[in-house]
């Protein structure tokens, strides 16, 4: 007899609010928003009206709200937010110390309730973080995956988009890296309807944009004083949705390397194909001199923060 899958939220915040509502909507499965015993309150209350909203929308998906980790066992995926968001003036980096405590409690207990869930980790600093979650569930590299390159490439289709007048629809961007400062949009990879984006957008400009879409996240905190959640939300759940019903979507996600594009022992936002078996297959592409420079560079402040995780 057919079930509904179970979608596990942990955090009941800004983008766990925006996932439930997403998840739900898609009817992708019944969803648990799980928060910590202080927020159980607030975690049923969202989960109350979102259900609420659903008998307005036409949406069957269960919501409930959680602060017990046995209302997560079994989960087929989970989406973790867990952490605090930053703020004005902080790097993703400077979020280490608070959130690493964090993720390494959500991965014990995800490996006591749900350990064969496919993981996506939007907690930052990103690259470190599901580079921890992976480490102490021990898990395989196909069952855990970090959420950036998908916001992060949404960033640069946005700004392209309106720079050459097109739709966002025809824009197809790459952008690998670390979700940090030092991300690398690929221009040789990039097009718009299969037209190479430097044909359609000047040199000068080009270079504005990628630097845009490198501070693209600081850009919101600073003006609303907290992280982004709505895009986040959509881009974890097209993961989501990816592994759920197997659509074999090429999507740039953290993944972890092991020898491609030259890096080993290290998450870092590359294309990858994900289906029903997780994160299935790495592809690697070909990078102009430029570009291998600057993913080198990447890695390098990726590598550092992850240095700073495991002498934790």
């Known amino acids: 007899m057919a079930t509904r899958k179970k979608i596990g939220l942990i955090g009941a915040g800004n983008i766990g609010g925006e ?48 602060a017990s980790w046995a209302d997560l066992e079994g989960a087929d995926v989970l989406i973790i937010t867990a952490g605090i968001p930053r703020k004005p003036g902080q790097s993703r980096d400077d979020l280490v110390a608070t959130n690493l405590p964090i993720i390494r409690d959500v991965a014990n207990n995800a490996k006591k309730y749900c350990p064969q869930a496919f993981a996506i980790v939007i907690s930052n600093p990103l690259d470190a973080m599901v580079y921890e979650y992976k480490r102490v569930l021990g898990c395989s590299r196909e069952q855990v995956v970090g959420m950036a390159g998908v916001l992060d490439s949404a960033r640069f289709s946005l700004f392209l988009a309106r720079e050459a007048n097109v739709s966002v629809k025809d824009v197809r961007p790459t952008v690998l890296g670390g979700h940090g400062d030092d991300m690398v949009p690929v221009l040789s990879m990039t097009t718009i309807n299969g ?16 630097e845009r879409t490198r501070k693209g996240g600081g850009e919101i905190v600073n003006l609303m004083g907290t992280s982004a959640y709505y895009a986040p939300a959509s881009s974890a759940i097209a993961m989501a949705e990816a592994y759920l019903l197997d659509q074999k979507r090429l999507l740039p996600c953290a993944a972890y390397l092991d020898g491609e594009y030259g890096y080993k022992d290290l998450f870092m936002g590359v294309p990858v194909v ?33 240095d700073v995780v495991k002498k934790s």
Not at 44 to 63: C, M, R, T
Not at 291 to 305: D, G, N, R, T
């Open 19 to 66: 996932l439930a509502r997403l998840a739900a909507n898609a009817e992708l499965g019944d969803v648990v928003l799980y928060d910590i015993p202080a927020k159980e309150n607030f975690a049923k209350g969202k989960a109350l009206d979102l259900e609420q909203n659903g008998a307005v929308l036409g949406y069957d998906s269960g919501i409930k709200g959680s």
């Open 195 to 210: 037209i190479p984006v430097r044909e359609l957008v000047a040199k000068e400009k080009l270079a504005a944009i990628v």
């Open 274 to 306: 994900i289906g029903g078996k997780g994160m299935e297959r790495i592809v690697e592409i070909p990078l102009t001199d430029e570009e291998k420079a600057m993913l080198a560079k990447s890695a390098k402040s990726v590598q550092a923060v992850v």
